[in-house]
Every structure is written in C-alpha cells, then in structure tokens.
C-alpha cells in the first residue's frame, strides 16, 4: 500500500468529533481495516529508506494515549504516527511521518537530546558552526525546510559567551526540522515519493550530528 486516502482522514475526523470509547467500540472494525491501510504504507517507507539508511525496528505509535498523566482524557490520539530511528551508536536522529487532518507532516531531528550530547554539540558549534550552516542554507535543505526549530534559551547557555558568532544555534536546546503537507498533497498519487525525498533531505544534517556525537573534541572516535 503506497497511499493515503480520503477515508483513512476521514476516520482520523470522526475519531476527534467522537473520541470515546462507546464511539470507538462501535466502530472498531472500521478502525483496523483503516491502520492496516496506513500501516502497509508506513512498512512501504520503512524499507524504501531501508536502501540508503540504517534503521532500527519499524515503529508505528499506539493510537490509544496514556491518560496516567495528563489533564486531557481523551482515550485516543487523532492521529497516525510513524518513527524510524536510526541504528545506534553510529548512527544519529529521527525520522518521523505525521498523518494527521489538517496538520499532516515530516519531521526530524532531536527533541530530548541528552546534556552530554547537547554538550558535545555546542562545543563543537562554537569552535565552528559553519559546517551546520552550511547545510542548513543549502539547496537541497532549502527546497523542503525552511528552518531549524526548537526550544532555545533566552541567553547563552552556561560557559558560553552572548557574544558569540553562534550564539543563534548555541541557545537551542532542540535541533528539530518540519515539513507541513495539505490534506490534498497527502492523498496525492506522488505522496510517498515526496515522504521519502522529504526524509533524504534529512540525512546531511544527520550525519554532521552523528559525526559529532560519535567523537570527541579531537576528532577520535569514542566507539572502537
């Protein structure tokens, strides 16, 4: 299965107008015929990227959301949610694929990056941020993204300077990338081959990042 359909969207619609679990048990069959469709496209972009990239295991998102902690108590998420992961140590950053009314989208990148890495990372920008830079103003990454996004600090982060050249990128405490699709462009006959060249564009700015959190300030690699 290489699309999404209307129908897949309109079940997403009807789930948010009728997000409870009477709802849902009444129409739980419509519910897996429409997540094997989309999963049988996500399996579709699992092993295309599987040709050029190396993946963890294949993860789609549960669509029931874990209430333990939040104050919305809706049971079910009103969206489809696609994750691959690329294999560790070596390899670093995410690959995600949105399908959701309205709000569908790619994105990539890294949300919670631990402080050794976020670290790592800063150190490296600040001895020479231009490698990033570089990427981020390239054709390629211009032609899907337009900027890097993500939560920043409102000043430089302990034991850098304000005043520094990237101080811009120093801040960020996110590296994070988005690419939003309308509900026409999701149901087009092209959408898969625009997931998967969306995604590829990703691959300069993940492996700057995997060089760099797979070495030191030396260059030495920490894996042997």
Do not use: C
């Amino acid at each position: 299965m290489k699309t999404i359909t209307t129908n897949h969207l309109k079940f997403l619609k009807d789930l948010k107008t009728n997000n409870n679990r009477e709802w849902f048990k009444k129409n739980k069959s419509r519910y897996d015929k429409v997540r094997e469709e989309v999963k049988g496209f996500f399996e579709a972009i699992y092993h295309e990227m599987q040709k050029t990239d190396s993946l963890q295991e294949f993860h789609m998102h549960r669509i029931y959301r874990d209430l333990r902690f939040s104050q919305d108590k809706t049971p079910y998420k009103t969206w489809f949610r696609l994750y691959l992961g690329r294999t560790k140590p070596l390899l670093r950053g995410g690959y995600y694929l949105n399908i959701e009314p309205g709000k569908s989208a790619v994105s990539g990148g890294f949300w919670k990056p631990k402080s050794k890495d976020l670290l790592r990372i800063r150190r490296e920008l600040a001895i020479d941020a231009q490698p990033l830079r570089k990427i981020l103003v390239s054709a390629k990454f211009k032609k899907y993204f337009s900027e890097l996004q993500g939560e920043e600090l409102s000043s430089a982060p302990r034991s850098f300077n304000n005043d520094d050249p990237a101080i811009d990128l120093l801040r960020k405490k996110q590296f994070i990338v988005r690419r939003y699709f309308t509900d026409e462009e999701v149901t087009a006959p092209g959408f898969f081959k625009e997931v998967i060249n969306t995604f590829l564009a990703l691959r300069p700015f993940f492996d700057y990042m995997s060089e760099i959190l797979t070495t030191d300030e030396n260059g030495e690699s920490l894996y042997h």
